[in-house]
């Protein structure tokens, strides 16, 4: 049976978050005084990798066939290999690919490839090195590009760079991106600062911004069809003569809920419909009751709504929540007050 939601959503993509722990403190995503770091591995929330592996082949079984793993950092996971290689080897499942910050990606890229991982997606939101401290409060920048060329030499492909764009911090910095696409073949995707935390909410600034700043640098973007369904939601563009992409990902200004493929299994072990909604059903033991994850995931599809409505005006959204769920919330266009509306952030859900 193909998991179609009240929508006819058909979902086939599947993002699991093996772990909370990160090394890095980017400023919209993690609270600097949050403890979960990476130098301690057994106090961190980290899911074992035979769990993680059972709740795919359950899933493949659903009908998934593309896994993202993501986290949290997913290379600070002791087992990040043998989760590979285990994802990998799923019937049924087509594509497994990582997000990571890269920091740790040079040492043990190769070894992914080899355990299974087809593609990649480097989270690097400057080229400056203060300016990439500034954002992940950490110095980094020099292994995360070595981590970059790393993967390219490994053979990834296509190796994604995720940039969230930031207001008045690296909204300068966007052609410098863009020449970085043009060297290098690989896609730089400017990504919509999504409101998870307080702080968020005022680095906002649309894509748009990208288009006007590629005009104003004389680079015209082309766009491109994509040619298949399994892609994400970016919108590409082609620079000419350039070796790269160009994306543009815009989930609060254009949201693409409406073709959204994807579910999402937390660090501890829930089911998520929805990055921006609150609602989760736990899995349990996978591996001890597979019956309960097939009906958590079942469970958690009928949840999705329409769409997770943080760009819709208030009153509309009041009538649009209570026509898909009877859940009445009211919250400012676009904002997410004091983060009441998601308990979990970004970094617990699995980017
Ligand atoms: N640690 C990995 C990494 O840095 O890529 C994976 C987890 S991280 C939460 C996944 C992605 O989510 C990153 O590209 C990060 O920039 C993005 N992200 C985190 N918070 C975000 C927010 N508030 N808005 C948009 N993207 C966000």
Redesign the pocket.
């Known amino acids: 049976m193909p998991l179609l939601d009240n929508q006819g959503r058909l979902h086939q993509y599947l993002r699991i978050s093996i772990t909370e722990a ?1 090394n ?1 403190r ?1 400023i ?2 993690r609270p600097e005084e949050d403890t979960k770091t990476c130098t301690v591995t057994q106090r961190i929330q980290t899911m074992p990798a035979d769990q993680c592996v059972q709740i795919i082949r359950i899933a493949a079984q659903l009908g998934f066939r593309k896994v993202r793993v ?5 290379l600070l996971h002791p087992e990040i290999e043998k989760i590979v290689r285990g994802i990998a080897s799923v019937s049924g499942i087509e594509d497994v690919s990582i ?3 890269g920091t740790l990606l040079a040492n043990c890229v190769r070894d992914l490839k080899q355990a299974g991982l087809r593609r990649i ?3 690097l ?1 400057s080229l400056k090195r203060e300016t990439y401290a500034q954002i992940t409060l950490r110095a980094a920048l020099s292994q995360v590009l070595e981590g970059i060329e790393a993967a390219l030499q490994a053979g990834l492909h296509p190796v994604k760079i ?1 940039v ?1 764009l930031l207001k008045g911090i690296n909204e300068e910095e966007i052609p410098e991106f863009l020449a970085f696409a043009r060297e290098y073949p690989v896609h730089v995707r400017f ?7 307080p702080t ?1 909410t005022d680095l906002f600034i649309s894509t748009d911004v990208v288009k006007q700043k590629a005009r104003e640098a004389g680079l015209p973007l082309i766009p491109i069809q994509e040619n298949g369904s399994l892609d994400g939601p970016a919108e590409l563009f082609r620079i000419p003569g350039a070796k790269g992409l160009v994306g543009l990902i815009h989930p609060m200004s254009h949201h693409f809920c409406s073709q959204c493929n994807r579910m999402r299994v937390t660090s501890d072990g829930s089911v998520r419909s929805c990055l921006l909604r609150d609602r989760e059903v736990p899995l349990g033991n996978a591996l001890l009751n597979p019956e309960q994850a097939y009906q958590a995931f079942r469970n958690a599809l009928r949840l999705k709504e329409q769409s997770h409505f943080l760009n819709v005006p208030s009153q509309e959204k009041e009538v649009q929540i209570e026509q898909t769920s009877r859940v009445s919330l009211c919250v400012p266009h676009g904002r997410i007050p004091g983060n009441e509306l998601l308990k979990k952030q ?2 617990a859900i ?2």
Do not use: Q, R
């Not at 993501?70 to 997913?74: F, K, R």
């Not at 990504?191 to 935390?197: G, N």
């Open positions: 990160c890095l980017c919209y995503c993501t986290g949290g950092e997913p997000t990571t910050n997606n480097i989270s939101d995720n969230v990504i919509e600062c999504m409101p998870f935390l968020a970004m970094y699995g980017g």
